[in-house]
């Protein structure tokens, strides 16, 4: 089986309201006086007609400015967004790590937060178990990992996370911004570490704003220039292009 | 989604259920003496409280009362915190349902689950104060698995309607809270249907939950079989709540990210 993930004329629109929660009191008094209640909606297309074709062996960057639609697009195609129009297919193996450290449980042991985010991410309860000494020390965490988690530092607990979700083997990784943390000596570690799960993963779509990793990771780039995909191709070409529009001021670039 | 690829999710998604139970079960016992034991005594001690309360107003059937409340009161109290905990249950995974592809179902289901294991202890655990109380053990008792199963299909789809109800209008769960508690008075639970006057019987009939707890209190109370209207009504009900239920739910289910 050869994993890929393709998207189709995939189109995303937000609602945003202005009343966010309308109370079912408010609701039902509106109703009573017999006009329906203004909530303020706005709407706006986040993703307008992107498609996308990742093969196996792809390692994408997605630039983009603030707000592009770029973390959505990650979103639709992990699934945690169901697109307004159009469709993701997708075969394979696909982990999303956008936060790090997401669900931990403060009252369980570090060990055992490493159990449920396996069981989480879907992997083997087993193979987890066998897993979970090599986490804990890659962490630098074997002295606590009996302790609640809610007892640890903010910097154990982002080593803890960090180590836990790098230990997967997905054939799909998605990834938005999501690798610092913890003091220079493990930041070393973990970008090695990081490298390898790369290396390892057969389709790897990163968003990020630094270019420099994406030069260095990838071997294609798509520029996302609100909602569209505006150019998609060798990083330093595409990188080059989207660092000139923002020097030059283009309106869609301009936040 | 079809409701097969819904349905294949949810399967899929089992051990992430089970271990969403197992660390609930471990957090609530962990670090407390008693343990386990305390979900008993909480039950026993309420039981008593009310016996006691209420024995002057039944007196003569002081056994069979005990009994009674001991029948209704633990499905119930599985109600209640399923459907007022399951209200809660999407609200407060939102964590996890913005990082990552659930099915959502296994966030109400997480909060039922638990709710059925506290059930299951306490009425195992109470099995011997029921005995003493002068449970007469009989044929109708091999019913409280299927009564047990039924309350469990009505809850999955009561709670998951109240998980997604809530997140389009937050004020819903407050709203559940007093409807829960009119819900508890309604139901002949600390006044047993036959000690009310006969000619309201009919309208009390009218509740669902009557004849749900009935498929419990019948048996476990009285020793005898409930009748085959009640049984076949907790059955429609059961069913309806569930059908129902997750119809809201399946249809709200890939919206509900936008809202929270």
Redesign the interface.
């Known amino acids: 089986m050869n994993p890929y993930i393709r998207a189709d004329n995939i189109s995303l629109r937000?609602?945003l309201y202005r009343n966010?929660?309308?109370?079912?009191?408010e609701?039902v008094i509106h109703w009573l006086r017999g006009k329906s209640q203004d909530n303020g909606v706005t709407e706006f297309w986040a993703l307008k007609d992107v498609s996308l074709n990742f093969p196996p062996g792809d390692r994408v960057g997605i630039v983009g400015r603030n707000g592009a639609g770029k973390s959505t697009l990650l979103r639709v195609l992990?699934?945690?967004?169901?697109p307004t129009s159009g469709r993701v297919e997708q075969e394979g193996f696909l982990i999303?790590l956008?936060?790090v450290g997401?669900?931990f449980?403060g009252?369980?042991t570090g060990r055992?937060n490493i159990?449920?985010a396996g069981?989480?991410?879907g992997i083997d309860?087993k193979e987890m178990t066998r897993r979970v000494d090599s986490i804990l020390e890659f962490a630098e965490l074997e002295k606590f990992a009996d302790s609640p988690v809610k007892y640890y530092s903010t910097g154990m607990a982002m080593r803890l996370a960090f180590t836990t979700a790098t230990e997967v083997s997905p054939d799909i990784l998605l990834l938005d911004e999501v690798f610092n943390g913890g003091d220079a000596g493990f930041q070393e570690k973990a970008l090695v570490r990081m490298r390898a799960l790369i290396e390892r993963t057969k389709i790897v779509i990163m968003v990020s704003h630094s270019m420099e990793l994406i030069e260095q990771f990838c071997n294609r780039a798509i520029w996302i220039r609100d909602g569209h995909a505006a150019m998609d191709g060798p990083p330093k070409e595409v990188i080059a292009a989207y660092l000139a529009s923002i020097s030059a001021g283009h309106p869609a670039d301009n936040p | 989604?079809t409701l097969a690829g819904r349905i294949h999710e949810i399967i899929r998604a089992r051990?992430?259920v089970?271990?969403?139970l197992l660390?609930d079960i471990?957090?609530k016992y962990?670090r407390s003496v008693l343990g386990f034991l305390w979900s008993l005594l909480n039950p026993l001690l309420m039981l008593v409280v009310i016996s006691a309360a209420f024995a002057t107003l039944f007196a003569g059937t002081k056994g069979q009362y005990t009994l009674h409340l001991l029948a209704t009161l633990l499905p119930w109290t599985c109600v209640s915190l399923s459907i007022e905990g399951g209200c809660r249950s999407i609200l407060q995974s939102e964590?996890?349902?913005?990082?990552?592809?659930f099915p959502k179902l296994i966030f109400p289901m997480r909060t039922i689950l638990f709710a059925f294991v506290e059930l299951l202890l306490a009425l195992v655990a109470l099995l011997p104060i029921a005995l003493f109380l002068g449970m007469k053990p009989g044929p109708p008792l091999a019913l409280i698995p299927y009564a047990i199963l039924l309350l469990l299909i009505m809850l999955v789809g009561l709670g998951a309607m109240a998980s997604v109800a809530v997140v389009?209008?937050?004020?819903?769960e407050h709203?559940i809270g007093v409807f829960m508690r009119a819900w508890f008075y309604l139901t002949p639970i600390l006044i047993p249907f036959d000690a009310i006057p006969e000619k309201y019987q009919k309208y009390f009939a009218l509740n669902p939950m009557y004849h749900m707890l009935e498929l419990f209190d019948a048996p476990i109370a009285r020793g005898v079989w409930p009748s085959s209207t009640v049984l076949l009504t907790a059955t429609v009900i059961a069913a309806a709540s569930f059908v129902a239920g997750l119809s809201v739910f399946f249809r709200v289910e890939?919206d509900v990210?936008?809202?929270l």
């Open positions: 937000f609602r966010r929660h309308p109370n079912i009191k609701t992990s699934g945690i967004y169901r999303p956008f936060t997401f669900g449980n009252e369980l055992e159990l449920q069981a989480i991410l309860r | 989604m051990t992430i089970k271990n969403f660390e471990k957090v962990r964590n996890y349902i913005r990082q990552y592809r389009y209008f937050r004020d819903a709203l890939d990210i936008f809202r």
